[in-house]
């Protein structure tokens, strides 16, 4: 017996939340390197909140990175691995030289938007496909990343 078979999945429903889950995977490491590039170059007044911040953001990004990798190696598939895989999966863009509080949070907030909507698309496949632990999983995601949307939009009030 197979490990699928133990924990309840089916082979042709475990490949299709994998390839979502890929692409989620390439997107938080695209939305990492965008945090680390806030994080090296804010300046200005909020300096010191919103450096602080964006380190507590990547930090939590590489879980997240590192969670969604083993699920997907959990449900018998491989992790996408590289420089190049991510760039090709993720629909976010790198953004390059931001320094400025407005536009860092606006980085933000747009790569919470985006990954909100790809968790969301993957919760309903997850719950259609009964797989409930990615289900929670992006539940988890999406709970906690709605609150941090607020947190950063009052800032910019």
């Known amino acids: 017996m197979n490990h699928l078979e133990i924990i309840g999945h089916k082979e042709e429903n475990t490949k299709k939340i994998?390839?979502?889950?890929?692409?989620?995977?390439?997107?938080?490491?695209?939305?990492?390197?965008?945090?680390?590039?806030?994080?090296?170059?804010?300046?200005?007044?909020?300096?010191?909140?919103?450096h602080n911040k964006f380190e507590e953001l990547y930090d939590n990004a590489a879980e997240k990175i590192d969670e969604i990798a083993e699920r997907i190696l959990s449900i018998g598939e491989t992790p996408v691995h590289s420089l190049s895989e991510y760039t090709k999966k993720s629909g976010l863009k790198e953004e390059l030289n931001v320094s400025e509080a407005k536009a860092a949070i606006e980085v933000v907030l747009n790569g919470f938007k985006y990954?909100?909507?790809?968790?969301?698309?993957?919760?309903?496949?997850?719950?259609?496909?009964?797989?409930?632990?990615?289900?929670?999983?992006?539940?988890?995601?999406?709970?906690?990343?709605?609150?941090?949307?607020?947190m950063f939009h009052s800032t910019t009030r």
């Open 18 to 50: 994998a390839l979502k889950l890929n692409e989620l995977l390439a997107d938080y490491h695209m939305f990492y390197m965008n945090l680390r590039g806030l994080h090296w170059n804010i300046k200005g007044p909020q300096f010191f909140a919103l």
């Open 115 to 150: 990954l909100l909507a790809q968790q969301k698309e993957i919760l309903e496949l997850a719950d259609e496909l009964d797989d409930e632990a990615t289900n929670a999983m992006m539940g988890d995601y999406i709970s906690e990343q709605e609150k941090l949307v607020w």
